[in-house]
């Protein structure tokens, strides 16, 4: 192995991984998805590991702008709107337009839809350790 090669298969198994838990998360939540997701795994695995990383690869950009969003003091959105027109040059659109679009409200909703993804975690562990006990 070479240790040149390192950081970048590290790099590609962390955005396989990130595509593989956003695929799993779509096979979960819409069973029209489910459906299709289900039909991938059967068909060429080659093709679905390379949707796999593309995911993933788009999955880290969008968290990344997240946190670089909600992070950045109020006084640097000034200094933000003309490191944007770089970034906007370096990402992809759907990125940016993702950057671009959250605010206040998107923030208080994501932390409802955590609070509700934590109490459906537990209850799914509730149901679980039912089913285990029968």
């Given at each position: 192995?070479n240790?040149?090669?390192?950081?970048q298969i590290?790099?590609?198994?962390f955005?396989?991984?990130?595509?593989?838990?956003?695929?799993?998360?779509e096979?979960?939540?819409?069973?029209?998805?489910?459906?299709?997701?289900?039909?991938?795994?059967q068909s060429?695995?080659?093709l679905?590991?390379?949707?796999?990383?593309?995911?993933?690869?788009?999955?880290e950009?969008?968290?990344?702008?997240?946190?670089?969003?909600?992070f950045s003091?109020?006084?640097?959105?000034?200094?933000?709107?003309?490191?944007?027109?770089v970034?906007h040059?370096?990402?992809?659109t759907?990125?940016?337009?993702?950057?671009?679009?959250?605010?206040?409200?998107?923030?208080?909703?994501?932390?409802?839809?955590t609070?509700?993804?934590?109490?459906?975690r537990v209850?799914?562990?509730?149901?679980?350790?039912?089913?285990?006990?029968?």
């Amino acid at each position: 192995m070479n240790p040149d090669n390192l950081p970048q298969i590290l790099q590609t198994g962390f955005h396989l991984t990130l595509g593989a838990t956003s695929f799993l998360i779509e096979t979960l939540q819409d069973p029209l998805k489910r459906e299709e997701n289900l039909d991938k795994l059967q068909s060429d695995l080659s093709l679905l590991a390379d949707e796999l990383l593309e995911k993933g690869e788009m999955t880290e950009k969008e968290a990344r702008n997240f946190v670089d969003t909600i992070f950045s003091p109020p006084g640097e959105k000034d200094n933000a709107s003309s490191d944007e027109s770089v970034s906007h040059q370096q990402s992809d659109t759907a990125t940016d337009t993702f950057s671009e679009s959250v605010g206040q409200a998107d923030v208080k909703q994501i932390q409802e839809l955590t609070a509700q993804m934590a109490a459906l975690r537990v209850e799914l562990e509730k149901l679980r350790a039912e089913n285990s006990q029968d």
